[in-house]
């Protein structure tokens, strides 16, 4: 989760001095990225068009972010900038704005690996291969946090659990949202036996899965895990702890 805001972070520095000819290099060296804490490799092109190569961030690697210029979208008051975010197997695309103190992505699509995503979160579900995807999203970001955003999620996660589980769990889905500055997804589905599935994802907080109607024999299993296991009720709660790689 960490290498998706810092991203956001990184994006509205940038952005709040962008001059279509501007070398990129020197766009990055003249804005607050520093002191921020950003670093990077090496920055290609222009802001009209330009890359810039291996970025990091208190020590978290956050891959490369390729920018071009939408003339057009000036003219239209609409987010100047398309963005292509890349980390391994990684990618995301958006619009990107600015303004008034925020940053402002809009027609957001990604397809991230959780493993690279967030470290933590695969860990902790145990499914390092699982896949996240990321759909018609619009996100705000300011000096607060999250102000707004919308946008459907869909992951594989819960799936690939069952399976270890001997299990099946479908894929799950939902929205994402903005709750007290944070950046909120809340997944569910269901089973074919009629388990019900929960999971809640809260920014650089915390992490809540929910079984309802689960097997209680798959639930024992669990329960030695350190899942809080009632019955047919199963209930595991988190911190996003992130990781250096």
Known sequence: ????????????????????????????????????????????????????????????????????????????????????????QSRAVANLGGGQGAVVLTGVSADVLLHEAAPDVAAALGVPDSRVRFQRGEIEYGATGCRRATGVVTTDALALMGLRLGQKLPDITGPVACEAGRLVTTLGGRAEDGTDIRLVVREGDMVTLTLDKFPAETGLALSAAGYAVSGTHVEHTFPIVETVE
Do not use: C, D, H, Y
């Not at 994006?11 to 290099?25: E, F, K, Q, S, Y």
């Not at 970025?55 to 978290?60: A, F, I, K, Q, T």
């Open 1 to 88: 989760m960490k290498r998706f805001v810092l991203i956001l972070i990184f994006l509205l520095a940038l952005a709040a001095g962008l001059i279509a000819n501007t070398p990129m290099a020197w766009a990055l060296r003249q804005s607050p990225l520093g002191s921020l804490g950003f670093g990077w490799q090496q920055a290609r092109g222009t802001v009209w068009k330009g890359e810039v190569l291996g970025l990091v961030r208190e020590e978290v690697a956050m891959g490369s972010v390729q920018m071009t210029l939408r003339p057009v979208a000036l003219v239209r008051g609409e987010p100047p900038f398309f963005a292509t975010w890349t980390f391994g």
